[in-house]
């Protein structure tokens, strides 16, 4: 899933230094070729397959990731954290006159130069039709938050516009066609502006856009190709050709590894990193990331809605053994949705460690009594739910089973109903599991922005389909912190309110932090200038990758 976060500049140069970042491996780290490398041609696996290659109508992490290779956005993020103009010429900030005064208007310079991947120029008319198209109800967008802020915007000329807001909106230079939790790219209105709406448009299944990479085809079910764009301003990538392969198994994405087959293995999950250390000839970078894995509690669905029996359900899961049986060690243990390294972290929140006795005396409180197989009971229904996530997942399976054996020691019965990924992270509009609520307990990771702005994930106007809100959480208290957050650009003000956040989703548990992500990324020694971002994607610089 996508999502919000942040990653503090200040703390950018000591992530590596403090042992955040690992890099191991048995293969050389420069110079040399091996004989399965093919020049040019990156190979790239990863388990999901995209529900679709246009990001504004999908919901899944490697929507964003693919799109940095064929689209364009005003800023992406580096490995230190820093905003890399791209179709923005550069970052306006307050002290350059691009943010006005009193924070309602953001002046952006475009980048010149620019061509479409057919030749046409890039201009602000693009711009002006991505937006309209976000904000058109007749399209399926994961989220409208700080596109919906937008009174006007002005176009002084082809590459200079003016962003008015109707109210300060501070994370809005992260947001605005950046990387935010849900990142989305310029369109091309040339191409869609006829359309009455994207949902269905073929576009999304062979986008064309500003990027360094022309989508070739998209194979569904084996591959996707892209091609180098000998239009792309910065000059022609160094990489001719780029396959990327979904495969729906992670024994079959480990084999292709060992096999080498495959060039690439981006963020690879935890349980296979015993095995991929034992593999001769591969780099392998751990990577702290602005994402967390969770048990999303759906509070629309009873008895999830009382306060308890989440309280109880966090008491009974065992977080540290999951970390080090699950993750084996690579994961990193939280507190709340803003990582420990982020200038938005509380000190001192509540956490709910293992503590099954505490877990029984809640659910003993709120009237479940343990009926004859141990399964608790209230009014004559048995407190049973279901936890769901992606099929094909050995660490979903995992932490599932492990689940099932927590919370029935303590008189919950938890059965398992999982989908394929394109099914579980699927829109509002086509139906998707997670985003139409069809589940009591999901297992998944939530993906942060660049910025700390949570409030689409938890405000009580976020319910899809209007935003990430999957928990059903409404809290005012927490609205009112939110709404301070994001309406002042003073970064100690910003902090207080995210204190309150962070306390009130403590005390609400609208879900349980198993961990904070380290990022496993595996690749082929001889792939020269991958450099993982520690937030939103790693795909941030594919024009500079070689091999």
């Known amino acids: 899933m996508n999502g919000r976060g942040a990653l503090s500049a200040a703390f950018a140069a000591l992530l590596c230094i403090a042992s955040a970042c690992t890099r191991v491996g048995t293969g050389p780290s420069s110079g040399g070729e091996h004989a399965w490398t093919r020049h040019g041609v990156l190979r790239i696996v990863n388990l999901g397959e995209p529900d679709t290659l246009n990001p504004l109508i999908g919901n899944q992490q490697i ?72 904000m058109s109800p ?33 994370p809005f230079v992260g947001t605005f066609f950046a990387m935010s939790g849900d990142p989305y790219p310029v369109l091309p209105a040339h191409l869609l502006a006829g359309l009455p709406s994207l949902n269905q448009a073929s576009y999304n299944a062979q986008p064309l856009g500003t990027g360094p990479f022309i989508v070739e085809r998209w194979q569904r079910g084996q591959k996707i190709i892209f091609r180098a ?16 392969t979904a495969i729906a198994d992670e024994s079959t994405l480990l084999t292709q590894m060992q096999s080498h087959e495959a060039d690439l293995w981006f963020n690879a999950p935890s349980p296979d990193y015993p095995t991929l250390q034992r593999i001769r000839d591969l780099e392998i970078r751990l990577t702290p990331f602005t994402a967390f894995s969770q048990i999303a509690l759906n509070l629309a669905h009873p008895p999830l809605g009382d306060v308890r029996i989440r309280h109880a359900l966090g008491y009974a899961t065992n977080a540290d053994r999951l970390l080090a049986t699950v993750t084996h060690g690579v994961h990193i243990r939280g507190d709340s949705d803003q990582p420990a390294f982020s200038w938005a972290h509380a000190n001192g929140l509540p956490r709910y460690d293992y503590d099954p006795a505490r877990a029984r005396a809640l659910l003993e409180a709120a009237g479940w009594r343990a009926g004859p197989d141990g399964i608790r009971i209230k009014n004559g229904a048995r407190l049973s739910l279901v936890a769901s996530s992606q099929t094909g997942s050995a660490t979903a399976n995992a932490v599932e089973v492990a689940l099932q054996r927590d919370w029935r020691d303590v008189g919950v019965d938890l059965a398992i109903k999982n989908y394929v990924t394109s099914l579980f992270f699927a829109s509002y509009g086509a139906g998707g599991i997670a985003q139409t609520g069809k589940f009591d307990a999901g297992f998944f990771a939530w993906y942060n922005g660049v910025d700390p702005d949570d409030s689409t994930q938890f405000m009580c106007d976020q319910t899809p389909p209007n935003g990430q809100n999957l928990y059903h959480l409404c809290d005012p208290s927490l609205d009112a912190a939110e709404r301070v957050a994001v309406t002042n650009n003073d970064p100690a003000t910003r902090k207080r309110a995210y204190d309150t956040i962070q306390r009130r989703l403590a005390e609400d548990e609208p879900f349980i932090l198993l961990w904070f992500v380290r990022r496993i990324d595996v690749w082929n020694p001889d792939l020269r200038n991958f450099r993982p971002a520690h937030a939103v994607t790693d795909f941030w610089n594919s024009w500079e990758w070689q091999i």
């Open 229 to 244: 764009n000998p239009r792309y301003w910065r000059g022609r990538p160094r990489l001719d050709r780029i396959e990327y």
């Open 63 to 134: 929507d964003n990731d693919l799109s940095m290779l064929w689209g364009g956005y005003f800023f992406n993020v580096d490995d230190r954290n820093a905003f890399v103009p791209e179709l923005a010429a550069f970052v306006p900030t307050l002290a350059n006159g691009g943010i006005s005064r009193d924070g309602r208007t953001v002046v952006y310079h475009l980048r010149r130069g620019v061509l479409w991947q057919d030749g046409k120029p890039f201009t602000a008319a693009d711009v002006v039709f991505t937006w309209h198209a976000i």
């Open 138 to 170: 007749q399209n399926n967008i994961p989220s409208r938050v700080g596109y919906d802020l937008i009174g006007a915007i002005d176009v002084r000329d082809p590459y200079t516009i003016a962003v008015h807001l109707r109210r300060p909106y501070a």
